[in-house]
């Protein structure tokens, strides 16, 4: 699956991006904490953070803005977009987790907190699949070994050299998740330690401690939300297909292809 780079979408997000920060920051400056009625967007409250003044400048809210919106927000809709595409696409995989879910929340009005719904096995294997496809960041992500070099097989990398690849090369290795252009969430469900196994290789939040700071939000987000859109709701896919949610142009965050409308789905 090839991979394109554009850069006029992500100039046009950072000048997005920067515009309405601005706009937040002077709002705050305007007024202060004591004069907010309700509440207030995070942009708004950000100089009144508990932070170093030299982390208040409009440089760093910027970055911080741009963080929310490609790590925050970005990515984790990549995600449910995916599930949802391909619980569709294969009507088998919806109704065995409609059956779970009915039997897990007999009252589709009171949706169970997150720690109880990460106990439910194919809910669980669907979202595990859905982050490995969806990739979480799709740009090639540099390290750097400080201390000593790197070998690898024949190879030698020195000490210092900034080494890059991008989650899809491991999240669609045949070798590791056979079939890996395929939605399979029974992948997970073979045994615990087999589901223990592909998780060392899954690097949608990336590893060690450079791993995604927000990986225990996105999935307290992936399990409410797609547990209440499926346990309320009907959908059909509306001229939508594989084009629509493979991952092929890296805005840091993937997106399908050039000309794409996204996932439709009116509901039923």
Wanted: glycine share 4%; charged share 20%.
């Amino acid at each position: 699956m090839a991979m394109t780079f554009s850069f006029y979408p992500q100039a046009n997000t950072l000048q997005n991006v920067t515009a309405r920060t601005k706009a937040a920051r002077e709002r705050s400056l305007a007024s202060s904490k004591s004069d907010v009625v309700g509440n207030r967007v995070v942009m708004e409250e950000y100089l009144y953070l508990n932070l170093p003044e030299q982390d208040k400048s409009l440089a760093v809210q910027i970055d911080t803005a741009l963080l929310f919106v490609t790590a925050g927000f970005e990515t984790t809709a990549f995600t449910i977009e995916q599930a949802v595409f391909h619980l569709h696409d294969q009507p088998t995989l919806l109704s065995k987790l409609h059956e779970e879910l009915v039997i897990a929340i007999p009252d589709s009005h009171l949706i169970p907190p997150w720690s109880e719904l990460e106990k439910l096995p194919y809910l669980s294997a669907i979202i595990q699949e859905s982050l490995r496809m969806s990739l979480g960041a799709m740009s090639r992500l540099p390290r750097t070994n400080t201390k000593h070099d790197l070998h690898y097989k024949s190879w030698t990398i020195p000490k210092n050299t900034y080494v890059g690849m991008s989650a899809q090369f491991t999240n669609y290795n045949a070798d590791i998740f056979p079939d890996p252009y395929t939605f399979v969430p029974e992948r997970w469900l073979q045994s615990v330690d087999e589901s223990k196994r592909l998780g060392r290789y899954m690097v949608s939040f990336s590893k060690g401690s450079r791993k995604c700071i927000g990986i225990h939000l996105a999935y307290a987000e992936l399990y409410i939300t797609l547990a209440t859109i499926f346990r309320r709701f009907r959908f059909e896919l509306y001229e939508t297909t594989r084009r629509d949610v493979d991952p092929k142009i890296d805005y840091f965050a993937p997106k399908p292809e050039h000309g794409s409308l996204g996932v439709r789905l009116p509901v039923r």
